[in-house]
């Protein structure tokens, strides 16, 4: 007689490690075939102070530009479910670190360099998009870790309620172009230049609720984020911008400001709108490498086994911008 086999259950744990174990031996085979490069880096510089933002849901305003009927409406504001940790550097770079690699013949000397008066603690200013990615390669070379630039998204997380809202708060269905042009015009009446526009020394400006110091004083920072325009009703066919490409990218401190990627003066020109920022800046983001991003998918793969059903949210998971 054939015997009736009892079906167990099976468990979330039981599922997730063979994909902890799967995620590993991966990693592992990736480094032995040479699938993933483990170059020995020039350890000839130490990596910059950092922070790590565990993931949390944020609600975050596109930094597109949107328009219906040629009139600028608000960007819709995202609630985001970041699903890995973010490192970022608590400082700007400083023109003492920018400075060696102007020494090394890789960087190309800040614009208003001599303007401070100490460079050890003064971020670097005068620096266009293109130098901030000079010096993130350069800085990856001499520390082993990967640097480069934070997304709109990324500094907005990291900020957090430091992070400016360039909404007007206009209503989307309002007609009259009176009432826009005078919001726009009391929102840049706010956005006046600083009363002294040379560059502080760190800590000048405060410090976020995330542990981020000095944003939104008078550095502006770049972004890996390219400028977007999108005209409401309309079929957009252009997709997301590519930022090797594109020439218009994101800076953010008191507002955001679209600046040339070359423009390193924002006083003498390049802004495409708006009030132009006191100074341009940078700091990076660590990305994370192959191993820890396993991880991460791992983890989120068990929160998702183990939690409840929740609405639909828009997804955030670092480097995959």
Same mark, same amino acid.
């Given at each position: 007689?054939?015997?009736? +086999?009892?079906?167990?259950?099976?468990? *979330? @744990?039981?599922?997730?490690? &063979?994909?902890?174990?799967?995620?590993?031996?991966? !990693? $592992?085979?990736?480094?032995?075939?040479?699938?993933?490069?483990?170059?020995?880096?020039?350890?000839?510089?130490?990596?910059?102070?950092?922070?790590?933002?565990?993931?949390?849901?944020?609600?975050?305003?596109?930094?597109?530009?949107?328009?219906?009927?040629?009139?600028?409406?608000?960007?819709?504001?995202?609630?985001?479910?970041?699903?890995?940790?973010?490192?970022?550097?608590?400082?700007?770079?400083?023109?003492?670190?920018?400075?060696?690699?102007?020494?090394?013949?890789?960087?190309?000397?800040?614009?208003?360099?001599?303007?401070?008066?100490?460079?050890?603690?003064?971020?670097?200013?005068?620096?266009?998009?293109?130098?901030?990615?000079?010096?993130? +390669?350069?800085?990856?070379?001499?520390? *082993? @870790?990967?640097?480069?630039? &934070?997304?709109?998204?990324?500094?907005?997380?990291? !900020? $957090?309620?430091?992070?400016?809202?360039?909404?007007?708060?206009?209503?989307?269905?309002?007609?009259?172009?009176?009432?826009?042009?005078?919001?726009?015009?009391?929102?840049?009446?706010?956005?006046?230049?600083?009363?002294?526009?040379?560059?502080?020394?760190?800590?000048?400006?405060?410090?976020?609720?995330?542990?981020?110091?000095?944003?939104?004083?008078?550095?502006?920072?770049?972004?890996?984020?390219?400028?977007?325009?999108?005209?409401?009703?309309?079929?957009?066919?252009?997709?997301?911008?590519?930022?090797?490409?594109?020439?218009?990218?994101?800076?953010?401190?008191?507002?955001?400001?679209?600046?040339?990627?070359?423009?390193?003066?924002?006083?003498?020109?390049?802004?495409?709108?708006?009030?132009?920022?006191?100074?341009?800046?940078?700091?990076?983001?660590?990305?994370?490498?192959?191993?820890?991003?396993?991880?991460?998918?791992?983890?989120?793969?068990?929160?998702?086994?183990?939690?409840?059903?929740?609405?639909?949210?828009?997804?955030?998971?670092?480097?995959?911008?």
């Amino acid at each position: 007689m054939a015997r009736n +086999a009892a079906i167990e259950p099976v468990s *979330g @744990i039981s599922i997730a490690i &063979p994909l902890v174990l799967l995620a590993v031996l991966s !990693a $592992a085979v990736a480094v032995q075939t040479g699938f993933v490069a483990t170059g020995v880096p020039d350890m000839t510089a130490a990596p910059p102070q950092t922070i790590v933002i565990a993931p949390h849901r944020f609600a975050y305003r596109d930094a597109t530009e949107y328009f219906r009927n040629g009139l600028a409406v608000d960007a819709p504001k995202l609630d985001m479910n970041v699903a890995s940790p973010l490192e970022i550097m608590k400082y700007q770079t400083t023109l003492r670190d920018y400075d060696r690699c102007v020494a090394d013949a890789v960087c190309t000397p800040a614009e208003n360099r001599d303007d401070a008066s100490s460079r050890e603690e003064t971020p670097v200013t005068g620096v266009s998009y293109d130098d901030a990615v000079q010096y993130a +390669a350069w800085l990856s070379d001499h520390t *082993g @870790i990967e640097w480069r630039l &934070p997304t709109d998204f990324e500094l907005a997380y990291a !900020a $957090a309620d430091r992070f400016p809202d360039d909404a007007l708060g206009i209503d989307p269905n309002d007609r009259n172009p009176a009432n826009r042009w005078l919001a726009d015009y009391e929102r840049e009446a706010r956005r006046a230049a600083a009363i002294d526009p040379r560059p502080q020394p760190q800590g000048s400006f405060g410090i976020s609720q995330t542990g981020l110091v000095d944003f939104a004083g008078n550095v502006w920072e770049w972004t890996s984020t390219c400028n977007k325009r999108v005209e409401l009703g309309k079929k957009d066919l252009s997709g997301d911008p590519d930022s090797r490409s594109c020439g218009i990218m994101i800076a953010a401190g008191k507002h955001r400001a679209p600046m040339s990627s070359f423009v390193r003066i924002p006083k003498g020109g390049g802004c495409s709108v708006g009030s132009p920022p006191d100074n341009l800046g940078f700091r990076l983001v660590r990305s994370r490498g192959l191993l820890e991003r396993l991880t991460d998918r791992v983890k989120g793969a068990m929160t998702h086994m183990f939690e409840p059903a929740m609405s639909p949210t828009a997804e955030q998971d670092d480097d995959e911008s």
